[in-house]
């Protein structure tokens, strides 16, 4: 039986999962149909996969066991189908909210080890006479940027292109059916890393993460450092429950530029201003808002490469997001210094050594993952907020468009709210998820978050129209 190895960083996310914390990462995309579909459409669509019974990495890994740290690739006779694929219909009227109660219960149920890690659902009755499908992996063998390069090879540009196969007999190694020409690469031998470079890449590693700690345990001179494992507490930090809620958001991106552009930031700026303004105003609401501002953890992509990979390449840095500043002005200034300040902190090195760093920085959490501490003191962070680039073509699916594309991401003890956003063909789509207990009426932090952007629209003197 082929087993692949299982590096670290993987193998940190099975070891934390538990029945109330499922690591898992998904997606939701919602289509139109295209024009003259019959109204056997769906269906047809759903026995058609359901004949597709060859499977590509990372369809057919089974988490061998963590203690030996590899996958067990499947052979395609091996993997139960009825198990992974299913068909679900919305009941009337198929709008947003009951999409979102079912895709919620769909996210809350952890994934059961005795088959490969990963489950989709379409869903056909959404109003309109549109579809959607929801899919979710465990994060151990995809991150965010991971799977959008998934998604990249299974969506096409072709509005025409039918008979498209289903996301499991895609994955990294089976047919791009993007539609998009290969972009023609030289491919370079990798070269040897000497034992001196090993050497001097170890100890970058070792200041880096020297600094970190010094600097979140003593305090630092400069607010916008050492923010770091000095979160204060707040109602979203508790232990979480196994329940999730999702809600979202969608904006044309070219606001979100003009927005960036006018206070002199990035896009992530905007979007984390919009976050904390959204935040700040329903902790006020409860009256559970810190003194202090939060601080979000902020995943970063460290890829080298261009192909979608089985697997974790990312690494985090802290930022205050100002919650405690009540100006939208002086809160993006304050986010985008703290930014700053976390980006120089991230290590310029790759491969090993970086997930060395990674391991380093997050041994906080997963020590208290791993012997159930999680939630119970101060915490490392308040949130995770990510912003993943998405999909830039528009993109159809057996000639369906896809109108809307959020990600729905993983929470843990101590971390019950995830906001992560991905652009799609001119949007800016972002996904709320969060534990339903630690945070009641998510819906309010998704429509305040929308009205975050407006006020700081007012406040840079900018007025959007819509085309």
Not at 52 to 79: C, M, S
Not at 93 to 99: A, D, T
Not at 295 to 313: F, L
Not at 362 to 391: D, W, Y
């Amino acid at each position: 039986m082929k087993r692949i190895p299982l590096n670290l960083n993987d193998a940190s996310w099975l070891h934390a999962e538990t029945r109330r914390t499922p690591m898992q990462i998904g997606l939701l995309a919602t289509f139109t149909k295209p024009e003259g579909a019959a109204p056997s459409y769906v269906a047809d669509l759903v026995e058609r996969w359901r004949g597709v019974q060859r499977f590509e990495a990372p369809y057919n890994y089974l988490a061998h066991g963590t203690a030996r740290r590899t996958w067990e690739v499947l052979p395609d006779d091996k993997i139960d189908l009825d198990y992974h694929f299913r068909h679900s219909a919305l009941p009337a009227p198929g709008g947003e909210r009951e999409l979102g109660v079912l895709v919620s219960r769909l996210h809350s149920a952890r994934m059961d080890r005795q088959y490969p890690l990963w489950e989709c659902h379409v869903i056909e009755g959404l109003y309109g006479d549109r579809w959607a499908i929801y899919m979710k992996s465990h994060h151990s063998q995809v991150d965010g940027v991971g799977g959008i390069r998934l998604a990249r090879r299974i969506f096409s540009i072709d509005p025409d292109q039918a008979d498209m196969l289903p996301p499991w007999a895609i994955g990294t190694q089976g047919p791009d059916q993007s539609g998009i020409p290969p972009v023609e690469r030289t491919r370079k031998p990798r070269a040897k890393v000497s034992a001196k470079e090993q050497a001097k890449a170890a100890r970058v590693v070792a200041r880096s993460l020297g600094k970190a700690y010094r600097e979140a345990f003593t305090g630092a001179d400069d607010p916008a450092r050492g923010v770091q494992w000095r979160a204060p507490r707040s109602v979203l930090n508790g232990r979480i429950s196994a329940h999730r809620r999702f809600a979202s958001q969608h904006y044309p991106i070219d606001r979100v530029k003009a927005v960036a552009a006018a206070a002199e930031g990035s896009i992530n700026d905007v979007f984390l201003a919009i976050c904390a303004g959204a935040l700040r105003r329903y902790l006020q609401e409860i009256d559970q808002l810190p003194e202090a501002s939060l601080v979000a953890n902020v995943p970063v992509s460290v890829r080298t490469t261009e192909g979608a990979s089985v697997g974790n390449s990312i690494t985090f840095l802290f930022a205050q997001i100002g919650t405690d500043i009540e100006d939208p002005i002086e809160r993006i200034k304050a986010i985008r210094e703290s930014t700053q300040s976390g980006k120089d902190q991230v290590p310029d090195v790759s491969g090993a050594a970086m997930d060395a760093y990674t391991a380093g920085l997050m041994g906080p959490f997963l020590t208290q993952a791993l012997v159930g501490a999680g939630g119970k003191g101060r915490p490392s962070s308040n949130l995770v907020i990510s912003n993943v680039p998405g999909l830039q073509e528009q993109r159809f699916l057996c000639g369906s468009k896809i109108d809307e594309f959020y990600p729905l991401s993983l929470l843990w003890h101590g971390q019950g709210l995830n906001i992560t956003a991905v652009s799609n063909a001119g949007w800016f789509d972002v996904g709320f998820t969060g534990c339903k207990d630690s945070v009641p009426h998510l819906q309010r932090i998704a429509v305040y978050a929308g009205e975050a952007l407006d006020e700081l629209e007012g406040a840079l003197g900018l007025t959007w129209k819509e085309a």
